[in-house]
Every structure is written in structure tokens, then in C-alpha cells.
């Protein structure tokens, strides 16, 4: 149709945009909150709203919404009248190395669904943003999620201001280094009383859509899932001179957590991994003094990944470990009136069942939910089932299926106003 060669033009140029952005050689991405490359991200989103005629409004936490809404009044005003924004969006920062569609393709999608809705004439009965999440991977903080968190107030803005990255930098002067005043960082209940819906379209992390052969999925839940620092002490010395037995070194607990993961794992139907480590000193000759692992656990039921972490911590104390839990995040459901509506959106569209996956990774749109704003995801498929990783990606075509699904969805959530919270009471 006209509308869907003109919105996956205008993917196709947003795309083309953004790809140089923060990559780097091998094909990943280093798209880290609150640095120059999140900078120059999030003036290309401001650059898109502003030639939309989007209203642009930062909230306390720096998550970007960009909102339509022809009046009459403000979004504030037709929120008092009980018109709450339907909202789609994602974030735009990465994993080291990670690939380009996880968060970008939903913030694309969603400005390009934005085009459509304008080619088709339609005009939302009430307001409709896009929305781009601060630090959703926590790559540089260690936090997830941290936008949508700090934003409902799951996480403090206490903590979250005493984060600090690999080089020591606190959260507050990255905050400071952009611009922004941390002394305004906080739960914002403002921005979140505009949102009725929140939609994010997302590239899958999987291989279910090329097993079954579909496009888009709509998702179910998201596993419970959490992130926990292991402190393994040691006693620094050479390692050359020190006899074995002389030896403290904290290696070797490091080394347990990490086989002792996958194999209590393995035993518990649960997925685990310790993707970071820090050693002090790390030098080849030296003997640690001080190794950091933190682990990262998932699984279908929050019973099983609360075992596995509790069998792992008493094992780690055993070798002196200190464990703390960085960030928790409980089986999530999304919203099922929600969801319904967008199966039976895009059942009529396409004429086909359209899935219902669950997934193990977490979301803004998880956080939102959590939080009591009725939420969902659309999934698109990853030919290779693979992602935070530069194989990450999705074919172009179906890309554009993702824009025109989106679409199909926004467009019954703004005409038809029955998205707002009140139909979905919690
Ligand atoms: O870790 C996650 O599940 C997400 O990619 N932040
Ligand atoms: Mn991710
Ligand atoms: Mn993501």
C-alpha cells in the first residue's frame, strides 16, 4: 500500500542514520547511557520528533517522549478528561559489541508507525508518543533498565546517582558531564500518569518466529530475573615465588561460581551466566587479590532462580564470597486485555494466528507493567535467534512488517480510546 511503501521509506532512512552511530570495528555497537555516543543518539531522536511536529519533553530522568496530540488542550489536559496517551518506543542504547536492532528497531518502528498513521489520515482521539528509554542495558552502570526504573521508582534515584562505571564515574557526573542536573533525577509520576498503554516493538532474542515462520509475535511475559556482585577475597603475592600452599588466591572461587552456574543451572531448568569479571590487580604474574564476578540468572519459575542463587551464594560463602544482589525483577505478565487486542488486531490483518511468546529477557515495557501501566510487546523476527551480540538482526522485509503491524495496533489504540487504563483496572 501507499502507506506501508511510505513508512518503510521513512524506516528505511531513519536506519540508514542511525547504523554509524557507535559502531565499532567487528560490527557491534557501544552505546553506553549518559556518553557521546548516547548524545549524538539521543539528538538524532530529538531531530526526528522536531521534523514530526512532535512535542519533545524530557522527564526527570532524562527518558525522551515525544508526543502528537492535536488538542483539544495539552496531553496534561486531556489526561484530567480521562484521555490517557497510548505510548510506543523502546531505548537506543546497547551491550558492548551488541547488535543494532535491540532497542533501535522499536524506536525506528515506532516513528515510522507514527508516518504511516499520518499518510493514512488518521488523527489519534487521544495523545500518542514515542517514547526512547535512558540506560535500558545497564552496560555502563550495571543497573538495567535503569530508565524506566529510576522513572517508576523502583530503583532510587539515591542509588542510582552512586553507580559508578568501570573507570570509577558516579552516575551523577555522567548525569553532570550531559548536561543534566542530578539533583533532578526521581521517580516522576507526572510523565507516567499520561501513559494509558505502553506498546514497545522489539527484535526477538530467539528462534521462535523463524521455527514457526511468522513475522511478529506478541509477547506473553518475561521471566523472572536478576543480577547478583560475587566478592571473592585473596591475598595479593607473586606468582612465581608463593608455594601453593601459601597460596589465597581468589581465582579459584571466581572459577567455582562460574562452573558451579551452569551446572546448578542445568540441574534447576534455570540459564545462567557470569559475563563480567574484575580482577585486582589482573596482572599475569600477580595473584589476585580481589576477583568480581557477577552473575546474571533467569528461569521460568522465580522459586527455581531464587534456588539456584541461594545454592551459589552458600557454596561462594563458604570460599569468603560477599554476595550482593544488584537488580530483581519478578515474573512479569503483560497486560492480557492488551495483548488481546493486538493478537486480534493483527489476526485480522494478516489473516494468520499470531504467536504468543515469552521471553527471558527483560524490558522497559516489564518495568512499566510491573508498575501498573498496562503493557505489551510485538517481537520481530531475528533470522539468527541471536542477540547482544553483532549477529543480532532481522531482515529488512520483515522490518517493515514490524512498522505495518505496529501500525495496525496504534491505529486501533488511538480510534477507538479504549486503551486507557480505565478499561484495564488493576
Ligand atoms: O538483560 C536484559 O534482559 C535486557 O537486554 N536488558
Ligand atoms: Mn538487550
Ligand atoms: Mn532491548
Redesign the pocket.
Known amino acids: 500500500s501507499r502507506v506501508g511503501q511510505m513508512s518503510s521509506a521513512s524506516f528505511d532512512a531513519m536506519w540508514a542514520a542511525l547504523e554509524p552511530v557507535g559502531r565499532v570495528a567487528g560490527g557491534g555497537y557501544r552505546r553506553f547511557a549518559w556518553t557521546a555516543e548516547d548524545a549524538t543518539l539521543r539528538e538524532w531522536f530529538a531531530g526526528e520528533c522536531a521534523r514530526r511536529g512532535l512535542d519533545l519533553v524530557t522527564d526527570r530522568v532524562g527518558n525522551q517522549w515525544a508526543w502528537w496530540w492535536d488538542g483539544p488542550g495539552t496531553v496534561d489536559d486531556a489526561v484530567r478528561a480521562g484521555r490517557r496517551g497510548v505510548v510506543v518506543g523502546s531505548h537506543l542504547d546497547s ?1 558492548p559489541d551488541g547488535g543494532a536492532y ?1 532497542g533501535p528497531l522499536g524506536v525506528v518502528s515506532s516513528l515510522a508507525a507514527v508516518d504511516a498513521l499520518r499518510e493514512a489520515g488518521v488523527t489519534p482521539q487521544v495523545p500518542l508518543a514515542v517514547v526512547n528509554f535512558v540506560d ?3 552496560a555502563r552502570f550495571g543497573i ?2 535503569a530508565g524506566s526504573r529510576v522513572l517508576t521508582g523502583e530503583l532510587s534515584a539515591e542509588r542510582a546517582l552512586a553507580l559508578t562505571d568501570a573507570d570509577g564515574t558516579t552516575y551523577a557526573e555522567a548525569l553532570r558531564a550531559a548536561g543534566r542536573d542530578p539533583a533532578a533525577l526521581g521517580p516522576d509520576p507526572q510523565t507516567l500518569a499520561r501513559v494509558g498503554s505502553f506498546v514497545e516493538l522489539h527484535v526477538e ?1 530467539g528462534r521462535a518466529l523463524v521455527d514457526l515462520g511468522a513475522a511478529v509475535a506478541v509477547a506473553s511475559d ?1 521471566w523472572p ?1 536478576g543480577r547478583w556482585r560475587f566478592e571473592f577475597p585473596g591475598e595479593a603475592n607473586h606468582a612465581g615465588t608463593t608455594r601453593l600452599e601459601d597460596r589465597r588466591d581468589a581465582m579459584l572461587g571466581y572459577a567455582d561460581l562460574v562452573l558451579g552456574a551452569r551446572h546448578v543451572a542445568t540441574q534447576r531448568g534455570c540459564v545462567a551466566t557470569v559475563g563480567k569479571v574484575r580482577v585486582v590487580p589482573g596482572a599475569v604474574n600477580a595473584i589476585p587479590s580481589e576477583v568480581t564476578g557477577w552473575l ?1 540468572a ?1 528461569g521460568p519459575q522465580e522459586e527455581q532462580v531464587v534456588g539456584l542463587v541461594e545454592e551459589l551464594t552458600d557454596r561462594a560463602g563458604e570460599m569468603g564470597a560477599t554476595v550482593t544482589r544488584e537488580s530483581w525483577t519478578p515474573t512479569t505478565l503483560f497486560d492480557a486485555g492488551l495483548s488481546d487486542r493486538l493478537r486480534a488486531v493483527l489476526g485480522r490483518q494478516d489473516e494468520v494466528s499470531v504467536p504468543v511468546l515469552g521471553t ?4 522497559d515495557a516489564g518495568i512499566l507493567a510491573t508498575a501498573g501501566i498496562p503493557s505489551a510487546m510485538l517481537f520481530v523476527r531475528n533470522p539468527t535467534g541471536v ?2 551480540s553483532p549477529a543480532e538482526h532481522a531482515e529488512r522485509e520483515d522490518c517493515h512488517a514490524g512498522v505495518a503491524a505496529l501500525t495496525a495496533c496504534v491505529t486501533d489504540l488511538v480510534t477507538q480510546a479504549g486503551a486507557t487504563r480505565e478499561e484495564h483496572p488493576r
Open positions: 551491550v535491540d535500558e542495558e545497564g538495567a533498565c532474542q518475561i530475573h546474571d533467569r527471558g529477557a527483560g524490558h542477540s547482544h
